[in-house]
């Protein structure tokens, strides 16, 4: 078992990392004997996990309840949101519940809001059962839900009490949906890791095959990469924005193509081959590099060019709503070199054009 924890004095929480995590109530502190439990999770993991979870959580003395909510990201919304309040008022439950999100980031995100607005605060705990929800939604505390006009527009920094990954979550993971979150993965040896990213491409086939060493090694090193990050950083104010490599972009594919038709993760690496693109316009990241980048998302099994329907000029007003337009001055996460990632202020509507042309 691993366990890491993200430094926030107080609000200090540990994540930890092992296969069977679900099996075993220990895991579950700080909840205890008599709490009240909010599970909320889909109806695709449901099926799969909820039964177990909720009995684990009853033999311990817990009183447990659930809410299911539809699959996918078009249902994180303020629609389906509402579905988790009206659940947790007809049962009811108090300022002292806690919220479990059972799930991938869609789940994470959304019950992570609402576990920070319910009766204006309560606590949340974080069971992330997609690769993508491991190494980076569930860590750090972004909760939100898009709006029809942008992606996690409305939202609120809360940090969950706990975060457990099990491991064994991801034999019943589809292969796309591991390629999603590798995205993110490789999105940290680019910005932070160089030798990480050399590993990754020793080793990317290992994970694709869920080979448990290197895939418990490859979870460990990014939540380490993540905590340390939002310890610096936790509200975004100067580094935590490295992480946004590639999503400027991807946010903008996802809204224009419908939420759920491009996953999170493919639009992020088509997203970072843009910012790769983008950086090699200013004379950054070496033209080895990119290939290298490139050659690493196609063995994950992800795209390296946005979607065919979308023109360059399609991208504009979506990247224009983003949370990263200061005063109406965009600006762009940048890979500098592989290990080292910067945010580049000035960014013109013609080097985004450009940089989305040249993919
Ligand atoms: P997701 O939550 O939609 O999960 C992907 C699919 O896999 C869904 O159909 C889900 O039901 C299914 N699934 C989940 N776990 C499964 C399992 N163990 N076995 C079988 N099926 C399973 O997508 P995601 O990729 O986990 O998360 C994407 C979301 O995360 C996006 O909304 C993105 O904006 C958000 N995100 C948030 C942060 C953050 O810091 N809060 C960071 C990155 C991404
Ligand atoms: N996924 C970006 C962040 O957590 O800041």
Known sequence: ????????????????????????????????????????TNDCIAPLYLDC???????????????????????????????????????PHGRDTTIIALGGGVIGDL???????????VRFIQVPTTLLAQVDSSVGGKTAVNHP?????????????????????????????????????????????AAFFDWLENNID?????????????????????????AADEREHGQRALLNLGHSYGHAIETHMGYGNWLHGEAVAAGMMM????????????????????ALLLRA????????????EDYLPHMTRDKKVIAGHMRLVLPVMLG?????????????????NDC
Do not use: H
């Not at 790769?276 to 080895?288: I, L, M, N, T």
């Not at 099994?301 to 360059?312: D, I, N, Q, T």
């Open 53 to 91: 979870l909720s009995e684990l959580l009853i033999q311990d003395g817990v009183k447990v309840d659930y809410v299911v909510l539809p699959d996918n990201e078009q249902n994180k919304s303020l629609t389906v949101l509402d579905q988790v309040f009206t659940a947790l008022l007809t049962k």
């Open 111 to 121: 019950a992570g809001f609402a576990a920070a607005s319910y009766q204006r605060g």
């Open 301 to 312: 099994g992800l795209p390296v060019s946005g979607p065919k329907e979308m023109a360059a």
């Open 275 to 294: 910012a790769v693109r983008a950086a090699r316009r200013f004379g950054q990241f070496s033209d080895v590099a990119a290939e290298r980048v490139s």
């Open 149 to 193: 006009l942008g992606k996690n527009m409305i939202g609120a920094f809360y940090q969950p009490a706990s975060v457990i990954i099990d491991l064994n979550c991801l034999n019943t993971l589809p292969r796309r949906e591991l390629s999603s979150g590798l995205a993110e993965v490789i999105k940290y040896g680019i910005i932070f890791d």
């Open 340 to 356: 080292k990632a910067e945010v580049r202020a000035g960014i013109t509507d013609d080097i985004l054009i450009a940089s989305i």
């Open 1 to 40: 078992m691993e366990r890491l924890i993200v430094k926030l004095g107080e609000r200090s929480y540990p994540i930890t990392i092992a296969a069977g995590l679900l099996n075993d109530p220990a895991s579950f502190w700080p909840v205890n004997r008599g709490d009240n439990v909010m599970l909320v």
């Open 206 to 230: 290992m994970i694709l095959a869920l080979e448990p060493q290197a895939l418990a090694y490859c979870i460990r090193r990014c939540c380490e990469l993540k905590a340390d990050i939002v």
